[in-house]
């Protein structure tokens, strides 16, 4: 980490771990078949002086903190989680030849300083796509989604191009009142607050909101914030389903320059995601999302993308780690250059 951002000391920048990438060895004169033979390792603070005139195209970038699942009195070990996506990604095969991925590390909370660590990981994300590299967030709480939009945010300031809107796969709202810190469910009251005291109004559609999970004073802010959702229960795969959520992500889409689209792997059904802090069986199926994810990407409006709360240590045979591994392959190969 260069000099402006080591008086974060209760934050820092870890360079990616080979260690953490290992898969099946496979015939040489076959070439690379698995993201451990095709992943690339590249430190941050090496970007600053790359001469490498190959063109970066996506960054895997680990937010290693769950404080704010603490402070938000859920179940800990999502810090955790950027280290298992990496193992269970290693060992899929590889069909993104034409794209430069690299594992650019983690970010690392300390002392259970949270913002301090939001605060980093914003920087890197900011930085990364100034660069024009596609940032991938693996958390990690989803307090990531505050200091991921930020980032974005800082990114784009100068641009002529500067709505971004906001999609969130999540069983919750993750829209609580700050109380003296935010944590894990406050990461959308605080953008939409900071930013409309900036004058700015921020579209914010979740999608899976399952009612058990949220109280009525969500839903009641929600309303007040004119906030659209789509109920766990709309959330099927079926054609009339999916036509129904396309026609309510419609005006996002054609409001906003770009999308940044996060999920929380708890608004999974728990037979699919076991592996968060809050499992639910009432949750969405992995086939609705993946439908969904490659109609937001065939917008060329996606700007940024992130999975949180994977915890392993209440997974199961790593399905969890091993569904979130799929789906950041399945945004690798989908991902364009938004227009």
């Not at 899929?92 to 794209?99: G, M, V, Y």
């Not at 967030?137 to 100068?158: N, Q, V």
Request: glycine content about 6%.
């Amino acid at each position: 980490m260069d000099k402006r951002e080591n008086n974060l000391i209760n934050a820092e920048y870890r360079p990616a771990e080979k260690g953490c990438w290992e898969g099946r060895k496979s015939n040489p004169d076959m070439g690379k078949q698995y993201w451990h033979q095709q992943i690339e390792f590249v430190d941050w603070n090496d970007l600053q002086t790359q001469t490498d005139d190959t063109k970066i195209d996506i960054a895997i970038l680990g937010y290693v903190c769950d404080e704010g699942v603490r402070r938000n009195r859920g179940r800990m070990g999502a810090h955790e989680g950027p280290k298992a996506i990496r193992d269970r990604l290693a060992k899929l095969p590889i069909h993104f030849e034409d794209k430069r991925v690299i594992d650019a590390g983690n970010i690392v909370c300390n002392d259970d300083d949270m913002e301090a660590c939001q605060q980093l990981f914003s920087c890197a994300v900011s930085d990364l796509i100034k660069r024009q590299i596609f940032p991938i967030g693996i958390g990690g709480g989803h307090d990531m989604s505050y200091a991921h939009f930020m980032g974005i945010r800082d990114a784009i300031k100068e641009n002529t191009k500067r709505k971004v809107g906001i999609i969130n796969f999540d069983a919750h709202f993750d829209l609580r009142t700050v109380e003296g810190r935010g944590n894990s469910g406050t990461p959308f009251n605080q953008i939409l607050s900071e930013c409309h005291e900036k004058g700015d109004l921020i579209d914010y559609y979740a999608i899976g909101i399952q009612q058990q999970s949220n109280t009525k004073e969500l839903f009641d802010i929600a309303k007040r914030e004119h906030i659209n959702y789509s109920i766990n229960y709309d959330c099927e795969s079926s054609v009339l389903e999916m036509e129904s959520i396309k026609t309510k992500l419609a005006p996002i889409i054609a409001n906003n320059d770009y999308l940044y689209v996060t999920i929380d792997m708890d608004g999974f059904s728990s037979a699919y995601a076991p592996g968060v802090s809050a499992p639910s069986p009432l949750g969405f199926t992995p086939y609705f999302v993946f439908k969904l994810l490659n109609f937001l990407f065939a917008t060329k409006k996606v700007i940024a993308f992130d999975i949180a709360e994977l915890n392993p240590s209440l997974d199961r045979d790593m399905h969890t780690a091993s569904l979130a591994a799929k789906i950041l392959d399945f945004v690798v190969l989908n991902y364009e250059v938004p227009i």
